[in-house]
């Protein structure tokens, strides 16, 4: 399953309430877009839902960013079958851009390639 880890916690409170951006990213054949986002009821992570259309084809998936080891996951929701497109990766890796905008850490590993991730600035 494609997943970004950061290093360090997230201050979720801050990305909650900062304006994650919503507006559509075109890449390739692709359209990807973040719906909108909700915060855990403890505070300690989000739910981030996306479209990505590609080839008139929709996907609808579901993001976990969530506490990991002491760390900071970014990946899918474990309880929803969705293709793992090349898009979908590239849409992970957009949130974590937005993330690190508003203060996350540093990309500690992932298992998403680099083409995927080319453009994107993940510190």
Same mark, same amino acid.
């Given at each position: 399953m494609p997943h970004i880890i950061l290093? =360090?916690?997230t201050d979720f409170s801050?990305?909650?309430t900062t304006e994650i951006q919503?507006?559509?990213h075109r890449w390739g054949r692709a359209v990807?877009?973040?719906e909108r986002w909700w915060t855990r009821s403890d505070g300690?992570?989000?739910l981030v839902e996306g479209v990505i259309v590609e080839f008139s084809r929709a996907l609808h998936p579901l993001a976990l960013v969530a506490?990991?080891? =002491?760390?900071?996951a970014i990946r899918l929701w474990p309880?929803?079958?969705i293709e793992k497109t090349r898009p979908l990766q590239r849409w992970l890796a957009l949130i974590t851009g937005n993330l690190q905008s508003v203060g996350a850490g540093v990309l500690k590993t992932t298992n998403i390639p680099d083409d995927?991730?080319?453009g994107i600035d993940l510190r």
């Open positions: 290093e =360090g916690s801050s990305a909650a919503t507006g559509p990807l877009k973040t300690q992570g989000l506490p990991h080891h =002491g760390d900071t309880y929803l079958e995927i991730l080319e």
